[in-house]
């Protein structure tokens, strides 16, 4: 059995995870994202070992502690270099659980562990795993033969990073034309406003009463799909931008699979179908196999499985 | 000692090469490539036994023999499942060869290939290694801890058909806005005529004596160097498309090291400095580690040798 942290901005959760993947008792508290890092840590330690204990468990029967953190990890010395939301800039994370918790300890990037979970949760084998998160931004993880991949430095799979439209939109990262800022929410939102600025008749205008503060990145999904001409516009070009970025992933490491997450994934085969198509026309020309192409499977437990398996 | 053998769509090479990559002799011949693939084969085996009798050895010094080809290669089964320029399809080379040379034999991609004979030749150990050709096309190869990886089917780095310029130009490859559209030489090269059919005032229209005809790869950089302001645009425009797609490379993977190859690197330091410049300053936030960026240093033996180390 593992422990499993997801440090998050606003929540901390966390839980006991099998060798299955099952969890077997989670819970979670805020995070308090504006106290010093060591108290959050205590925190942290204090709601893994009342976990073990709701789980019926001792902590002899926990392996090892994982936590799955926003921002860039160094995995390997278990610091926290850098996460701007929680104000940890070369926290000793590791070192600090371990102590707490007497347990070795674990840490990865939250993106990264996602994938990880959603590896394991495919059930097979594989050289090549991806999961594409399309979130607020578009994070990712890359694990190779089961184990998390992160490059030379611990930051690899920051491929909501990838410029697919040079000379475009600024990204928060500095860069121009990032992947992020055509195929995240945040992303889709900005779409289906600009769609709404140009054109008051549509379904979607009525759907948020006018106010375009109300528009999410479901607004253009629900629309489109009641044949709203508009939305499907707006849809067609998102999911474009999204199968842009996934063939360029495909065409460099033709990975075994692609599984794609974060909240637009809800959308499902909606989502799923015209990419899949997309990556029949575009990818490179090759062999039989193709990389297939999946929604995630675990939604927001990806996190914390993710993390319990940094130990596996 | 090991056989390499580099078919080209002009000429088949092929050598002796030695664990350290060197080569003790090599040799070529016209590839004759509207021939069925029977006789090039039967060439290609004949050429490489020759090298072996002209290196002063017997084929009981070699411990197999290796393909590099351009083209799609199922490299499991050994097969060259496609070949444009010469006219390869699902043809089982690994087959003919051994039945030839009663050696074992392998096949690759020539790009990848390349790869692996430079990651050879850097001689330290490096668990994700990347070579970018910039030639005709922008090739490349990736080398994970040692081995060519080359994906679920074969087929993978395939780098220059990353989208970078969504809704760019039209690619060979069917998709539009590819990375080799704008970074490889007959981009640079459309690119200084395009220069030119703008301005006929400039130093590159004296050098090519008013004839576009005669625009080569090396037209707008030896421009540059003599100061010529519009070769310098078309360099800095160039070197700016080739840096973001390697920065993309280096936020999806982050490599230990990425060597630069092919006919454009060999203006050297006029081309690394400028692209490390950007890397800095645009790939992601990190570590203290960096992406180490050279230039490649096989030129065209590269081929050869890692198709000798196929089998290493």
Redesign the interface.
């Known amino acids: 059995m593992y422990i499993g942290i997801d440090l998050g901005g606003t929540n901390i959760k966390a839980g006991v995870v099998d060798e299955s993947g099952k969890i077997l008792y989670k819970d979670a508290r805020p995070t308090g994202a504006h106290r010093p890092a060591d108290e959050i840590l205590k925190d942290m330690a204090e709601l893994a070992m009342d976990t073990v204990k709701n789980a019926g468990l001792t902590l002899d029967d926990i392996k090892s502690v994982g936590v799955g953190s926003p921002g ?1 990890v ?1 995995a390997e010395n278990g610091i926290l ?2 996460a701007g939301n929680i104000n940890f800039e070369n926290v000793p994370v590791c070192e600090k659980i371990t102590k707490y918790t007497g347990k070795p300890s674990y840490l990865g990037n939250d993106a990264n562990v996602a994938a990880l979970a959603e590896y394991y949760a495919q059930d097979k084998e ?3 795993f991806m999961a594409v998160t399309l979130g607020t931004g578009v994070g990712g993880g ?1 694990v ?1 033969n089961g184990k998390l ?11 909501g ?8 939109r600024a990204c928060t ?3 121009h ?1 990032c992947w992020e800022a ?1 195929a995240s929410v945040s992303a889709l939102i900005r779409q289906t406003k600009e769609s709404l600025a140009e054109d008051n008749t549509s379904l979607m205008y009525e759907m948020v009463g006018g106010n375009l503060e109300n528009v999410g990145g479901k607004t253009a999904f629900d629309a489109a799909k009641k044949g709203d001409r508009a939305a499907q516009k707006v849809v067609t070009n998102y999911i474009n ?1 999204v199968s ?1 970025g996934i ?3 495909i ?6 699979m692609i599984v794609i997450g974060g909240a637009i994934s809800k959308e499902g085969d909606y989502l799923l179908n015209p990419i899949q198509e997309y990556c029949i ?2 990818s ?8 297939e192409l999946k929604i995630a499977r675990l939604g927001n437990d990806a996190g914390l499985i993710g993390a319990a398996f940094l130990g596996k």
């Open positions: 860039s160094d270099m850098y594989m050289e090549c890359i190779m991949f992160t490059g030379t430095n611990g930051v690899a799979a920051e491929i990073h990838m410029v697919t439209h040079a000379g475009g990262c500095g860069r034309g055509y931008n842009i063939v360029n992933l065409n460099i490491l033709q990975p075994d026309h575009e490179f020309k090759q062999g039989k196999k193709r990389t």
